[in-house]
């Protein structure tokens, strides 16, 4: 079947502003648009400071506290920008946030101001779009893609045939999708279909022929959404496609002079995703099965003999960072693979137009190219490269990896070029300073920006612990503090921290166990485990658990359900959205997981009032990245717990205790259950200044009455 469209989606045309408006103006309409909507002092100087970067092309970082209301303070000024502005982001839920909820209400808004209604558009990876050149010819590629994809344990390798056709039922739906679907987009695709599905009908960028060679191309849609990106005032991106785009020499993205990166503390390492590869013996297998139409079988067999050699070899290494190069079997199976694949690329030459099937020459040829250049690149064992064994827990899937040591060069020679960059978080300032995250965006550090007497004085109080310093004032004015560095070695930039409208003084208190023992163990010890009881009867729920393993979690769980008759919600018993709406939902409950869970979850009013962190998330021994990052500070003389290993710490620690104050109303305690935060003279005050000025207390007795007063009230 091969489905007819005659359109894709109309072209936003492209219109600029016929008058002139501030951002301020601008802001102003936004903001009086927004029910019970009031100016927050935090949002116009981030605004205001936007403005002033758009006009002398100096870039900006700027800390951004919960509820600054930091979209519009960035959406406003980007509207007084001739042509395209790009927004990145790294969670799909700000993106969705952006274009079904912010865009929209600024548009309506501002409409009136600019004389006419400004234009947005999505731009997401060309694997997020149905292909019809995929969908055209799946019949054909279901039994390798589909069928026989996503093996079972212990059923030879194919499906059940119940499951066969559950999943021959879901491409038949999407063919029905094609011929009434306007965009292609696989998020409007309800319902869903299984991931193996969906990449029997969509096309990596690695794998296209171009709008030009493809039988589909005037009908493409991911070529419609780059149109229409093309011709819109603001384009909504992802930091994956961002640093594709980067690497790829920036020919995804629409020329823009604008680049505002959203939950920037996300952005290096998306990008060192995007430029890590990995051997997969499945991959290899699936290759070998897409090409050997086009191959003599002698030069199949040697695609084949490569795949097992792979599978040998990483059984037999241990998981983990190597080292010491990589172990003669996986060198072996390197090496073998390299020689197979350009046999084979060699063996199908070029993609011309005339071939009868472009497009599967062109898949073909693109997966053995990664392929040879992955192995290429494993046997180079570069100095800027770091390479390890991956083997998840279950043993399903085993991949040998690499990725770069650092990416801020990456970014200081792509990201900044020709245009002017707002990077935003509510982490930016580690420990009062914009220096570690700076360097890891690939900027020079400035020197320190001096904090008004208003901040200092904040500061000082929420280490200290007093109660009567009340923070509204500094957090809103006085507290925001800019430190510029010219541009004499590198881009020039700013910073700037506006605070959070929030009370946080008022409105929470940060307890740290200083008196349990330095967690020595895994899992979750005993000592602290009581500890987390005591204060999750004291609220009676409403907990939110963060630990830093499956296994803590799982002992706090089974610890809270025997000794209470608590409704626990752990992670992974059932699917993640459903736990925290349950959570919303439950007065009394808990939920307790792991990363995923500390930041991106939004439980605002007296769901979420204690907020429990078992252990400072320093990152692990065994994750290779952090490890060979460190280990290349020390190398130099320096401390590589210090710069890599705290920052990172600061990062997940300021994510994670963002739980608790995410409104006005708000109330609660953030309780660490790690003595560390208190007593370690070295890291212990970095990571406190690096958290809302919360009211800070050592005393287990405290932060219980607080908690049995919220329970009452």
Known sequence: MTPSRTATGPAVPKKRRSGRAGAGELLTAAVGAVPGGAARPGQQQMAEAIERSIASGEHLLVQAGTGTGKSLAYLAPALTVDGPVVVSTATLALQSQLVEHDLPRLADAVEPVLGRRPTFAVLKGRHHYLCLARLDSSVEDEPDDVLFDAPRPGNGGTKWLGEAGRLGKQVQRLRDWAEETATGDRDELDPGVDDQVWRSVSMPARECVGASRCPFGQECFAEASRARAREADIVVTNHSLLAVDMLAGRHIVPPHRLLVVDEAHELADRVSSAAQAELVPELIDRSTRRAR??????????????????????????????????????????????????????????????????VRKQQAKAVLDELSTTAQRLLEEADHDVAWVEKPDNGSRRALVVAPLSVAGTLATHLYDERTVVATSATLALGGRFDTVARALGLDAPPPAPPSPAAAALATAAAAGRAQVTPVAATEGSRAAIGTVPATEGPGWSSLDVGSPFDYARQGILYVAAHLPRPSVSGLPGPAGEELLALVEALGGRTLGLFSSRRAAQQAAELVRARTDLPVLLQGEEALPLLVRRFRQERESCLFGVMSLWQGVDVPGDACQLVVIDRLPFPRPDEPLAAARAAAVDAGGGSGFAAVSVPIAAVRLAQGVGRLIRATGDRGVVAVLDSRLETARGYGPFLRRSLPPFWYTTRPEVARGALERLAKS
């Open 293 to 358: 139409p086009l191959l003599r079988p002698d030069v199949a067999e040697r695609l084949t003999e490569a795949g097992d050699a792979l599978a040998v070899g990483l059984a037999e290494a241990p998981a983990g960072r190597l080292t010491a190069g990589l172990p003669p079997a996986l060198r072996e199976a390197c090496t073998l693979l390299d020689s197979a694949t350009r046999a084979a690329l060699e063996a199908i030459g070029d993609v011309k137009a005339d071939d009868p099937d472009p």
